[in-house]
Each structure stands twice: as structure tokens, then as C-alpha cells.
């Protein structure tokens, strides 16, 4: 029975030539840092997956995601578990699209035939931090409205039109309804369906020009190592299978946070963004007033140029690490430079909270009311103020 | 490449394409249970049992397939929502009440009660049941559902979950 179900679909489908494809040699000389592809892809399943799970109990409406969300987490049984994996998930993808990106800059393995393989990865990497971005905003908690109050100022400050592109992306002139459900169609529709087109394009350019393997193997050595099937997809499952592990004791073990629900009147909180953003974040600091968009816009843009030309800003022959002082030391130096500005960001010291005065209501004098009346005062001038302009 | 090696090299690829299969089965299992689990758990999940007030007993006094709306509060997944019911009451005196659910048990249109045939009537698929909520037409299997009343402090009572 089994036999004749397989001759069926083997007599219709190729798939004898897809299995020995499958099969095909790799490099001679290769190793773990190979099964990193692999893994990401298994993450963006997972992200997919998890996410496919979740949305049956989420509600993009400001009056409802942050309840949704919570309901998730508190009620729904397992539901703590694959909102979890989800948000673990995430961050895990882009440390390992980031590792995949520096093994393929370190082995020079973007170097002619395989720049399209390349470009269609960078462009990968930035639809990952796009699903990040797009993503933290959906639990509508403090974070997620600042930290998107602030990104989508970042790319208003683009000159000429960056005013436009913000609205466009707000859905209006403030992060509200408008926003979250735009967020969320592109979270869960327009990205995904681009990711996987990419995905599709960047392994079938893989499959087509074949791994590039470690630099030293030479032209005969390029189809002269174990095949893909089984033995490399073999060493891929493994090290998928631990990082799932870690992922699943992350999702059970830590807590994923949920910060207050969004709250776009409390001057008392200190947005950061998710911390695959401090880099940006505490370099924002260093340009002032008019170079403030070279933090913003240029650099940021010059990066992403770079990286997309880099195939051919680089045309020599593919040689081992150690002969390629530069590539080594501007690469150093590149992932020096973003470590040390997430680890600024993320250290980045807190404003007092005191200069925040206390919200006054009129039933509560809990808040001490004494102590802020001077301030008090200043605000009600400062409204009046706002009334006589009007 | 002598036998002997090339035995050894199937034997680990053997070992390689079950390693696969083992792995594969292992994280699908670990990610089905929890999400199968989470998309099916309402099927589980019990609703919080309530009175819910029709009305005084002397407004309903007499009253034969009188037609009551009625709202109540309930939990809709991450919401408090009102929900609205309908039902047909009939005093059966004695203190007593008959509360039928609108409810087809066909599929699930809300029947109409007809006066003049003295008969209620399925919107959707002809189902027709008699004064006593028995099926006499269409395809219904069941009698109208009866719902659990209460006479309490001479108010009456229809419980929801």
C-alpha cells in the first residue's frame, strides 16, 4: 500500500530529482557556523507558527489588545507558553539572522557568483527588524506606545518628506486605533508574506549556486564534502533542537513582560525601545540639533547601503580571514561599535521621576499635594496659556 | 573506498536520517500539544453559572408564550459583555412557569410564535412545534428546550451560564 502511494506521486511528481538534489555534495570544508541559516529559518517558523496561535486570541483595538494580550498570558492554558516561545522567539531571530549575516562577512561568502543570495539576505535582516518593530506595539502596554512614538518620529525626521512617511505610518498624526491595526496587518499579513517570498528567493539562490563553504576549499573541493541530506540537515537538527530547548525554558521559566497598559499622558515613564533597537537608540544622543539627522536618517542609510553593495564594494578573490586585514577590522570594529551602544542604551541612567510632578486628582490628596502645589500652579497658568493662544 | 567504510557511512547515514525523523517528532510534539491545547480550550472552559430576573410573577400572571428580552452580564473571553436573550414564558399557574428557549434545535434560528395556528414556526428550514414545544414539522430532532426557572421573592428567575 505504502509502495503504490508513493509510485503514485513519484510517476507524477519530480520528486526523485528534488530527493537527489537534496542530496548533493557540499564544500569540503565546512562547519557548525553553516547550520546557522537553518536555524533562523526554523525560527521564522516558529515566529509564524506561534503567531498563527496567538492572533486567535488577540484584538488590535486600543480598548481591547492590552486585555487580549493579558488573557493570553493569564488564562488561556498554554498560553503564556507560546506567547512566550513568540516573544523569546523573536529576539533569538535576530541575534541569529545578525550571527548568519557576520559568518557570510567574515567567510566572504557574498563574494561573485552569490551577491542576489546576499542582497535578498540583507533585505531579510531588515524585514526581521520590521517584524520587531511592527511587533512590540501589538500588547498596546508602555512600551509599546512609546517606543513606536519615538521610532515613527525617527523616520519623520527624513528630510522633505519625513512628516508624510510618519503619517502614513501612524495612520495620522498619533499613534492611536489607526495605528495598531496597521501595525498588526502588517505584522501579520504584509510582512509575512514577503518574508516568505524572500525566504523562497534566498534558498533557491542558495540551492542554485550551492554553499560557499569555508574559504580555503579549493574549485575541485566545492562538491567533494558530505552531502546535505543527511548528514549536514542532520548537524542543522541538532542544533535546532538545543536552541528550541533554550527557547522553550526561556518561554516557561521568564516572564514576558507586560508593562502598564499604553498611557500616552504619563511623562513619568522612560521609553526605551526593545533592546535589538538601543544601538539606534543611545546613538540618537549624539547628534544635536541640526546633525540630528545624521543619527536618524544617514547613517542608518549609508549602513544599509554599504551592506547592500558590499559584494561589489569587494570584488577580490575569495581568501581566508587572516589575509583579509580590513574586512577583519572594519567588521571588528562595526560589531564593537553596536555592542557598545546597546550596552550604552541599555545602561542609559533614567531621568528623576521626580521631575515628573505627581498626577493630581481632585478627590486624592495621597500624592502630597502640598509638596507640588507651586508646580501645580505653573501647569494651570501653562494651560491657560494654551486656552488664551486657542 | 573499501566496503568496509562505505558499510560504516551508510550505517551512520541511517543513523543521521532517523536522528532527523526523531528531532523533528520530538519539537512537533512539544509545540502541538501547547497550541492545539490553547486553540481548543474554550471547549473546556465553564461559563460562571446565574439568575437571571424575568419580571414579577404578578406582571406575569396568566401570560401564555409571552415574548421577554433580556440582557445579563457575562464574561466574553478578555471582555464583561452584555449579552441579550429572548425566550417565550408561560404561566402554567399553581406558581408555576414554562420558559422556552427561542433556540430551533434544528440550527439555531430563533422561532416565532404564531397566535392564530397557535403553533411556533422556524424562520430558517420550515421546523414547526406545537404549544408544548414538540416537534410537529420539518426537521428538528428535538422539542424546544425547556430553560431552568425559579420563583424566588416573587420574582422569576431563567438561569445562564
Not at chain 1, 203 to 226: C, D, H, I, T, W
Request: hydrophobic letters at 45%.
Amino acid at each position: 500500500m505504502r509502495r503504490r502511494i508513493a509510485a503514485f506521486f513519484e510517476s507524477r511528481l519530480p520528486l526523485r530529482d528534488v530527493a537527489n538534489h537534496l542530496k548533493k555534495p557540499l564544500p569540503k570544508h565546512i562547519n557548525w557556523l553553516f547550520s546557522l541559516g537553518s536555524m533562523a529559518t526554523f525560527l521564522l517558523i516558529l515566529q509564524a507558527v506561534t503567531g498563527a496561535f496567538l492572533a486567535l486570541y488577540y484584538s488590535p483595538s486600543p480598548d481591547h489588545a492590552y486585555d487580549a494580550v493579558n488573557y493570553i498570558s493569564q488564562e488561556v492554558p498554554f498560553g503564556g507558553f507560546v506567547r512566550g516561545l513568540h516573544h523569546w522567539g523573536s529576539s533569538a531571530l535576530v541575534i541569529l539572522v545578525f550571527l548568519h549575516l557576520l559568518r557570510v562577512v567574515l567567510y566572504g561568502s557574498y563574494k561573485a557568483p552569490r551577491e542576489l543570495t546576499w542582497i535578498v539576505g540583507v533585505i531579510l535582516f531588515l524585514v526581521v527588524l520590521g517584524f520587531g518593530f511592527t511587533g512590540y506595539l501589538l500588547p498596546w502596554d508602555q512600551k509599546a506606545y512609546w517606543a513606536t512614538m519615538v521610532g515613527v518620529e525617527i523616520a519623520g525626521t527624513v528630510p522633505l518628506v519625513g512628516n508624510f512617511v510618519a503619517n502614513i505610518l501612524r495612520g495620522g498624526e498619533e499613534v492611536g486605533a489607526v495605528t495598531l491595526t496597521r501595525f498588526y496587518t502588517l505584522h501579520t499579513i504584509w510582512l509575512p508574506w514577503l518574508v516568505f517570498m524572500l525566504v523562497g528567493l534566498h534558498l533557491l539562490f542558495v540551492r542554485y549556486y550551492g554553499s560557499a563553504g569555508l574559504p580555503q576549499n579549493r574549485p575541485e573541493e566545492m562538491q567533494g564534502g558530505k552531502p546535505f541530506y543527511p548528514d549536514q540537515l542532520f548537524e542543522d537538527a541538532v542544533a535546532i533542537l538545543v536552541l528550541f530547548i533554550v527557547l522553550a525554558a526561556a518561554a516557561i521559566f521568564v516572564p514576558v513582560p507586560l508593562e502598564g497598559l499604553a498611557d500616552p499622558t504619563d511623562a513619568s515613564y522612560d521609553p526605551r525601545p526593545e533592546w535589538y533597537f538601543l544601538f539606534l537608540f543611545q546613538l540618537l544622543k549624539y547628534f544635536e540639533g541640526p546633525l540630528e539627522v545624521i543619527g536618524t536618517v544617514v547613517l542608518p542609510t549609508v549602513a544599509i547601503v554599504l551592506l547592500l553593495l558590499l559584494p561589489f564594494l569587494d570584488k577580490r578573490e575569495r581568501v581566508p580571514l587572516r589575509k583579509r586585514p580590513v574586512a577583519l577590522t572594519v567588521t571588528s570594529i562595526s560589531v564593537l561599535a553596536i555592542v557598545t551602544l546597546t550596552i550604552l542604551g541599555g545602561r542609559s541612567p533614567k531621568l528623576e521621576t521626580s521631575l515628573e510632578t505627581p498626577v493630581e486628582q481632585a478627590e486624592s490628596s495621597s500624592n502630597g499635594a502640598d509638596q507640588s502645589e507651586d508646580t501645580i500652579q505653573e501647569e494651570d497658568s501653562e494651560d491657560t496659556a494654551v486656552f488664551d493662544f486657542n | 573506498m573499501t566496503s568496509e567504510t562505505h558499510d560504516g557511512q551508510s550505517k551512520r547515514r541511517a543513523f543521521f536520517k532517523t536522528g532527523i525523523a526523531f528531532i523533528s517528532g520530538v519539537i512537533s510534539l512539544a509545540m502541538a500539544v501547547p497550541l492545539i491545547g490553547s486553540a481548543i480550550s474554550p471547549v473546556f472552559k465553564k461559563g460562571q453559572k446565574q439568575w437571571v430576573d424575568l419580571g414579577l410573577v404578578d406582571l406575569l400572571e396568566g401570560v401564555r408564550h409571552k415574548k421577554i428580552n433580556y440582557t445579563f452580564l457575562s464574561k466574553d473571553g478578555w471582555v464583561e459583555a452584555n449579552r441579550e436573550r429572548s425566550v417565550y414564558v408561560t404561566d402554567e399557574g399553581n406558581g408555576s412557569f414554562v420558559v422556552f428557549s427561542r433556540v430551533c434545535t434544528h440550527l439555531g434560528c430563533l422561532v416565532r410564535w404564531d397566535e392564530k395556528k397557535q403553533q411556533f414556526h422556524c424562520p430558517c428550514h420550515g421546523g414547526v412545534f406545537d404549544e408544548a414545544g414538540n416537534v410537529i414539522a420539518g426537521p428538528p430532532p428535538r422539542p424546544l428546550k425547556r430553560r431552568s426557572v425559579k420563583v424566588e421573592n416573587g420574582i422569576l428567575y431563567v438561569r445562564e451560564v
